[in-house]
């Protein structure tokens, strides 16, 4: 499962990336048995085919089985270390 975050995460994008937050309440909701953060803006449910070492990241390669996005919102935007919005 895949979560796109919201504008106003900030602070489960920290958690997710490494700077975790012990007191943050993260919670999960599930779509054809797959787990995704609830509230978040978008939710991709995908079979995965392959995945690849890239850096310090893995890339995933899959099928978009099922999809559900929010009316109102903004994605949250990290670029050269930093919150960013869209303009």
Avoid: M, W
Avoid at 37 to 55: D, E, Q
Avoid at 71 to 76: A, M, V
């Amino acid at each position: 499962g895949v979560s796109i975050l919201k504008d106003d995460h900030h602070e489960h994008c920290n958690h997710f990336a490494g700077k975790h937050n012990p007191e943050l309440n993260v919670d999960f909701v599930e779509y054809n048995g797959v787990p995704v953060l609830k509230n978040a803006l978008a939710h991709f449910v995908t079979k995965v085919y392959s995945s690849h070492l890239a850096g310090d990241h893995t890339l995933y390669v899959g099928e978009v089985l099922d999809f559900y996005a929010e009316e109102d919102g903004n994605p949250i935007l990290f670029h050269r270390g930093q919150f960013r919005e869209l303009k």
